[in-house]
């Protein structure tokens, strides 16, 4: 289920999902959905200019919806910048162990291999050594 947000603005994603995948147009999801008054009466425009749609309905009217879409973006904005800033870091971390002699692209499959759980990983190499020996590979 959406998460609500206040003021009637839980969106049901898993039926949202089920109405696309059923061919269901965006006129009778915005009708059926829980969406802001403002949201769903509007219509978008082409832009000629930019090749975007704008927003025709004056959602600046709406303070409180303003106020709480702005808030998302600034957090996705934060998240962007703090996941940049630890790629960064992992970046680093590979390249001073490439320093020191290490073959990078190895521990990145360890890296890869040590996410999966063991019997998933069991299976894989299972699977890898079944191939390997169809293709005379062992």
């Known amino acids: 289920m959406g998460q609500d947000c206040g003021d009637n603005f839980a969106l049901q994603l898993d039926g949202s999902r089920r109405r696309r995948q059923f061919g269901v147009g965006i006129d009778k999801i915005l009708a059926r959905s829980t969406f802001p008054a403002a949201f769903a009466a509007s219509r978008a425009a082409p832009n000629p200019t930019k090749g975007m749609f704008q927003m025709t309905a004056n959602v600046a009217e709406k303070g409180l919806a303003v106020r ?20 960064g870091d992992i970046r680093e971390v590979y390249a001073e162990m490439k320093g ?25 190499e299972a699977i890898l050594a079944l191939y390997m020996a169809i293709l005379n590979m062992t």
Not at 68 to 87: D, G, N, P
Not at 110 to 123: L, M
């Open 68 to 87: 709480e879409l702005t808030q998302f973006v600034e957090r996705v904005e934060r998240l962007e910048e703090e996941k940049k800033a630890i790629s």
């Open 100 to 124: 020191c002699g290490f073959d990078a692209r190895a521990v990145r499959e360890i890296v890869k291999i040590r996410k999966q759980d063991h019997s998933e990983r069991k299976e894989m």
